[in-house]
């Protein structure tokens, strides 16, 4: 069945994501948070439809760590300034809002993460630092299963950004618990910043 083999095609995918992340990459990442975190600087997540998601899932948990984090978007985002983290996600690094959204972070002193597949993309070209998470953002040109098969092109069964949505969520989340390690956080403590009134 087709759900089956997507299933099976998402998991042999993400299993190879730790050995494609760059440790370094990654370490600045956390590096930067951590910085940030001591400073009590605003930590902003940018991320357009279902990376917008994949943003708030992360937001949420960065909030039970502790961080002053918000969504743009949300009616609650204080003025960003200078020392303050945008933490940008797209795939492709071609979405418009994102990538505007970088552009002033930078005009006020902000610094940008770029969570993308795309290094060399608008947004790659904005970041103060880009983490590299893999991911097919973008449906092949050739759209014909044969002309594919001659070719040798061989289309994923997930569509358009699904694989990048879900390495970032993996790999988001997998920061989460290096976070926790590093600020000794507990999950008691998570547990007492999660929301009471839902």
């Known amino acids: 069945m087709t759900y089956v083999e997507a ?3 998402i998991i042999k995918f993400l299993s190879k ?3 494609l992340m760059k440790k370094d990459q990654v370490e600045r990442m956390v590096e930067m948070l951590i910085i940030a975190k001591a400073q009590e600087r605003n930590i902003l997540i940018v991320g357009a439809g279902r990376s917008g998601l994949v943003g708030r899932a992360f937001a949420m948990r960065l909030m039970h760590l502790g961080f002053k984090t918000y969504v743009l978007g949300d009616t609650i985002v204080p003025a960003i300034g200078r020392g303050d983290i945008v933490v940008a ?4 690094g071609t979405t418009a809002s994102v990538v505007l959204a970088a552009e002033a972070a930078k005009k006020v002193g902000a610094k940008v993460i770029a969570i993308t597949s795309h290094p060399d993309s608008p947004l790659g070209k904005i970041a103060d630092h880009i983490v590299l998470v893999p ?3 973008k449906v092949a040109k050739e759209a014909d299963y044969f002309t594919r098969q001659i070719l040798g092109v061989h289309e994923p069964l997930t569509p358009l950004g699904t694989l990048f949505e879900v390495a970032a969520l993996v790999f988001l989340d997998s920061v989460i618990v290096e976070l926790m390690k590093r600020l000794e956080v507990t999950e ?3 547990r007492a910043r999660h929301a ?3």
């Open 7 to 9: 299933m099976e095609e």
């Open 17 to 19: 994501l730790p050995a």
């Open 89 to 92: 996600i797209s795939g492709s």
């Open 135 to 137: 991911g097919r953002t």
């Open 188 to 190: 008691e403590e998570m």
């Open 196 to 198: 009471n009134i839902e």
